[in-house]
């Protein structure tokens, strides 16, 4: 540990800071990551009044959040350790860093939007299987007395369902089924095909 602290100490000023924003900035969105998986980091603030959770209205991304400066943070303090070596002009190693946190923010902003774009395909309500055919697939008992389970394609992805029916008879697994109507937000009302 002392040779660590030793070797900071050595170093110019401007690597120390490079270091430093890298470092920091690299613990803030680990926790950042770890709170977000929990539940508890989802929303951010932004300086712009708009929202809180760092998208506008148009649903675009807005540029100043927290997470947005962590990330250029962290693209400009690793930029900087990684050319430190290499770029001995102080302004122009400034310059490439600014340009890694720069490009670091634009990456995170594009796999941002990427994954929104995967989550509101996948996306698809109950009531978007009306009038479609579908397997059962736990025995749907009749009269609406329980219920089963349907397995329906949806935009090439294979969807599981809660089903009940108003046959006077079970539906067995393996059955072909149409779908009448949407009884609640995971329940749909089936009958034979």
């Known amino acids: 540990m002392e040779n660590l602290i030793g070797m900071y100490e050595a170093l ?17 969105m680990v926790v950042q990551l770890v709170l977000s998986l929990v539940g508890i980091g989802d929303t951010d603030i932004d300086f712009s009044g708009d929202s ?26 690793w930029g900087g350790v990684t050319f430190g070596n290499v770029i001995e002009a102080d302004w122009l190693l400034v310059l ?10 634009a990456l995170f902003i594009y796999l941002f939007k990427q994954l929104m774009k995967i989550a509101s395909n996948s996306a698809v309500g ?42 006077p008879a ?16 995971d329940t749909l009302l089936v009958a034979k095909n």
């Open 96 to 105: 490439v860093a600014v340009l890694c946190g720069c490009l670091f923010v």
């Open 126 to 167: 109950a009531e978007a299987c009306v009038g479609m055919t579908a397997d059962v697939y736990l025995r749907i008992p009749a009269s609406r007395s329980g219920k089963g389970k349907i397995q329906i394609s949806i935009h090439g992805a294979l969807r599981e369902y809660n089903a009940v029916t108003d046959e």
């Open 12 to 28: 110019p000023l401007l690597m120390k800071v490079f270091w430093g924003c890298a470092l920091f900035g690299s613990l803030f």
């Open 52 to 77: 809180l959770d760092g998208l506008d209205a148009s649903g675009g991304m807005d540029l100043f959040t927290i997470k947005n400066m962590v990330n250029f943070f962290v693209g400009f303090g």
């Open 170 to 185: 079970d539906i067995n697994t393996g059955n072909s089924v149409k779908v009448l109507e949407q009884v609640n937000t």
